[in-house]
C-alpha cells in the first residue's frame, strides 16, 4: 500500500467512527429531547400518550382550581385551542391567570396533560421563545417589540 492509500484509509476509518459515534449519540438523546408544544399543535397532531412534551400558552382567566394535598388544575390557551392541565406541587409564586406559562409532562389516557414541571414568565416582557413565536403567528401577541429569551 502507498502513502496515500494508507491515509485515505485511515481519514476514512477515523469518519465512519465519527459517524458511528454521532449515530449513537443522537440515539441516546432521543429519550432525553422534549419538543414544545402549543394547544393547537396538541389539538392538531396526534401525540402519543406518555411522550413527554412541552405545553406552552397562557394561562385562561378564571381557570385555576386548587385543590387539597397542592393538587392544582388550570386550562392552558393559545387563544384557538384550550387544554386542561393537572399539577402536584408548588406554583412559582409567579404563576398567574392571563399569564404566560409552559408545563412540562405528559397527555393521560383521558387527555388531561399531567405536568410534572410549571414554569411562569418573570416579568410581562419575557416568554419563552416558542410561546412567543405561537402568539404571534396566531396574531395575539401582546407583547414589547420582541421579547426576552430564556
Given at each position: 500500500?502507498?502513502?496515500k492509500q494508507r491515509r485515505l484509509t485511515l481519514i476514512g476509518s477515523a469518519g465512519v467512527v465519527l459517524a458511528?459515534?454521532?449515530g449513537l449519540i443522537l440515539f441516546a438523546l432521543n429519550d432525553q429531547i422534549v419538543f414544545f408544544q402549543s394547544p393547537t399543535d396538541i389539538t392538531q397532531k396526534s401525540i402519543p400518550q406518555g411522550q413527554r412534551i412541552r405545553l406552552g400558552g397562557l394561562?385562561?382567566?378564571?381557570s385555576v382550581v386548587r385543590s387539597d394535598n397542592a393538587q392544582v388544575s388550570f386550562?392552558?390557551?393559545?387563544?384557538?385551542?384550550?387544554?386542561?392541565v393537572t399539577y402536584k406541587g408548588?406554583?412559582?409564586d409567579?404563576?398567574?391567570?392571563?399569564q404566560g406559562v409552559v408545563t412540562e409532562g405528559v397527555i393521560?389516557?383521558?387527555?388531561?396533560?399531567?405536568?410534572?414541571?410549571?414554569?411562569a414568565k418573570h416579568d410581562e416582557n419575557y416568554m419563552p421563545k416558542e410561546v412567543?413565536?405561537?402568539l404571534k403567528d396566531q396574531g395575539h401577541w401582546q407583547g414589547g417589540e420582541e421579547p426576552e429569551s430564556q
Amino acid at each position: 500500500m502507498t502513502r496515500k492509500q494508507r491515509r485515505l484509509t485511515l481519514i476514512g476509518s477515523a469518519g465512519v467512527v465519527l459517524a458511528v459515534a454521532l449515530g449513537l449519540i443522537l440515539f441516546a438523546l432521543n429519550d432525553q429531547i422534549v419538543f414544545f408544544q402549543s394547544p393547537t399543535d396538541i389539538t392538531q397532531k396526534s401525540i402519543p400518550q406518555g411522550q413527554r412534551i412541552r405545553l406552552g400558552g397562557l394561562v385562561e382567566e378564571d381557570s385555576v382550581v386548587r385543590s387539597d394535598n397542592a393538587q392544582v388544575s388550570f386550562r392552558v390557551t393559545d387563544t384557538a385551542n384550550v387544554i386542561d392541565v393537572t399539577y402536584k406541587g408548588i406554583l412559582p409564586d409567579l404563576f398567574r391567570e392571563g399569564q404566560g406559562v409552559v408545563t412540562e409532562g405528559v397527555i393521560g389516557p383521558d387527555g388531561v396533560f399531567v405536568a410534572d414541571s410549571v414554569l411562569a414568565k418573570h416579568d410581562e416582557n419575557y416568554m419563552p421563545k416558542e410561546v412567543a413565536e405561537a402568539l404571534k403567528d396566531q396574531g395575539h401577541w401582546q407583547g414589547g417589540e420582541e421579547p426576552e429569551s430564556q
